[in-house]
């Protein structure tokens, strides 16, 4: 492709509405362009690491034995009506109605259109195990469309769906998946950890996510650095420990803690660890109870580890009224002693001597405080957010922790679509069976989005080059000397020729101009044509990503950038 001839608008000032580094980079790289809220056009640029994304994906999908089709992106409400999901979705879910006043929505998601399919196509055992995918456009009316083509409205995912007899079918077809996603973000070049991720409502058995690791990340995830477990923060279990039973050293005495409310404000004034403190939240349940929780004061509470042992949807903080009026005192002094509600505490705490808490009473705290000598032992559970140097819940090495980008997620779904929609297939008995389901999606831009905020630097993208939008690109310095021309259109045309996607820049703009917009638009092997190498019958490689510079015999460039890309697609 010529430069000349492409569209490729890039932009030298940081656009003012993008907070993430890869939203600006796409946006100033000529990739996408706003169209509405989370909604964007692909340009040329942009839809080209989309399909290399897409083509991998393809790939591996098919190698893994699932087959390519494509449903519809616009869907009758019946189908959600009969899975219960037209109610529960809420406003993600886009609906409509047609001239005929019928109801229909966008696909968000397309469990109930797959099993519709299946439920009229596939009747008997010897027809599985079967794996059906699609790449396709996705709308979620998301209530904070953000970060480009991370957390679009409309956006493109890879949606797959499994069929099996029995669960131990499903198992098969679950680890194909896992171990397909693995290959997929190995082939674009991507740091990424596969983590245990909570099933949430769903309620699946088993779920993996496909993290890509990155700083900006919205995900917290832990591994180990001694074994191969790795989960979201949000589902590490953490062991409960060996509490040490040491005998309480000092007295319960009550101190005045004039206006210190938070943890750091008290443990700075009783010149104390953060970690000698015990905190107690109260919290109140989507169901309305209002509870105490305990937690060690450099802790941190996991909202969801709390839900499912509560087996509630939601908890909060409680409002400030109600704090005071089941504490007896204003935020920031509650404690266990004499508190009249139920109280549930972390694991940490349990093995905690002469701690301080909150002493229900306004501008004071106790220190000195043990369990069963001042206060009865609360019921100790995991209920706090794993964090680094934590011990591993398989061997207890210590976990790292890391920031993630959700590309990628693998669920067992059980029986739960084919028995809200009657999908049965019949067994060598001749038995009625539900069919046993997972669901497997890849969010094909947000991959592009995540592996830029991966791989770039202050001046622009680093692309992996399994994902570039071209391998090469051909600088010329100056288009107008005839000869720098011909031995630049020459080495083009031997790269097209051995299939290398090359982009030559052969506008006529000053050189520094066109050597920012190559750093801004990362294309990975870069290669400078002018006359003062020509002189010496050579011209410069620099690749993007190291910097690194050596000068090839014009003679064998062709080959030699053509071998280079090779060694990395393999
Ligand atoms: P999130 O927690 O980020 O909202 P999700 O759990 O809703 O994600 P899934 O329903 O599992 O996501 O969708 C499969 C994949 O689609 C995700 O792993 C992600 O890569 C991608 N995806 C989901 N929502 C969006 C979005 N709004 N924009 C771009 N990609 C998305
Ligand atoms: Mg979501």
Redesign the pocket.
């Known amino acids: 492709m010529r430069y000349s001839d492409y569209l490729l608008p890039t932009l030298k000032e940081t656009p003012a509405d993008a907070e993430v580094i890869s939203h600006q980079l796409m946006l100033r790289a000529g990739m996408i362009r706003k169209l509405a809220a989370?909604i964007y056009n692909y340009l040329p640029m942009g839809l080209r690491a989309v399909r290399k994304v897409e083509q991998i994906v393809r790939e591996e999908m098919n190698r893994a034995g699932a087959i390519e089709l494509l449903m519809p992106m616009v869907v009758p409400a019946e189908l959600w009506q009969e899975s219960g999901r037209w109610e529960q979705y809420g406003k993600e879910l886009l609906r409509f109605t047609d001239r005929k006043e019928s109801d229909f929505c966008l696909g968000?998601?397309h469990e109930e259109v797959i099993t519709d399919l299946v439920r009229g196509t596939v009747r008997s055992y010897r027809q599985l195990p079967l794996n059906l995918y699609q790449i396709q456009s996705?709308f979620?009316d998301?209530i904070r469309?953000r970060f480009g083509?991370?957390?679009?409205?409309e956006?493109?995912?890879k949606?797959a769906y499994s069929f099996d007899l029995d669960e131990a079918g499903a198992d098969l077809a679950y680890e194909k998946m896992y171990q397909a996603y693995r290959r997929i973000f190995e082939r674009c070049g991507l740091k990424f950890r596969a983590v245990e991720a909570d099933t949430?409502n769903i309620g699946g058995s088993s779920s993996h996510?496909?993290m890509v690791l990155a700083e900006s990340g919205?995900?917290a995830i832990v591994s180990c650095s001694g074994c191969e477990y790795a989960a979201n923060v949000e589902k590490a279990e953490l062991a409960a420990g060996t509490p040490s039973f040491s005998e309480p050293q000092t007295e319960l005495v009550k101190v005045p803690t004039p206006g210190r409310r938070t943890i750091e404000e008290v443990a700075a004034f009783l010149r104390v660890g953060v970690d000698r403190l015990v905190k107690t939240l109260i919290v109140q349940t989507d169901g309305g109870e209002i509870l105490a929780v305990l937690l060690r004061g450099d802790h941190e509470l996991n909202d969801i580890k709390l839900c499912r042992l509560l087996g509630c949807n939601e908890v909060q903080l409680a409002d400030d009224e109600t704090v005071s009026r089941t504490t007896g005192a204003p935020v920031g002094f509650a404690g266990p002693i004499g508190l009249k509600l139920r109280v549930l505490a972390d694991h940490a705490v349990a093995g905690m001597v002469d701690f301080i808490t909150g002493a229900n009473q306004d501008d004071m705290h106790f220190t000195g405080v043990s369990w069963g000598r001042d206060c009865a032992a609360p019921t100790f559970a995991d209920l706090r957010l794993a964090k680094a140097g934590d011990a591993c819940p398989r061997c207890g090495a210590s976990l790292e922790l890391w920031r993630g980008i959700?590309?990628?997620?693998v669920?067992k779904l059980g029986t739960k679509y084919s028995a809200a929609l009657g999908a049965t297939v019949l067994d060598d008995q001749g038995q009625e069976r539900e069919l046993f389901m997972g669901c497997y999606?890849?969010?094909?831009?947000?991959?592009v989005a995540a592996a830029i905020e991966q791989n770039h630097d202050r001046n622009g993208i680093v692309f992996p080059l399994p994902i570039a939008p071209f391998q090469v690109l051909i600088t010329v310095v100056n288009p107008r000397e005839e000869e720098v021309l011909a031995a630049a259109n020459d080495l083009y045309r031997q790269l097209e020729a051995a299939g290398i996607e090359v982009l030559l820049d052969d506008r006529d703009e000053r050189p520094g101009s066109k050597f920012k917009d190559a750093d801004l638009i990362g294309i990975p092997l870069r290669v400078t044509v002018g006359s003062r190498g020509l002189a010496e019958g050579a011209v410069e490689l620099q690749e993007r990503a190291s910097g690194q510079r050596t000068m090839l015999p014009m003679a064998d460039a062709a080959r030699l950038l053509a071998e280079q890309v090779r060694a990395v697609l393999g």
């Open positions: 989370g968000p998601t996705k979620r998301e469309p083509l991370m957390r679009g409205r956006f493109i995912m949606d949430g996510e496909f919205e995900d959700e590309v990628g997620h669920f999606g890849i969010g094909v831009g947000r991959t």
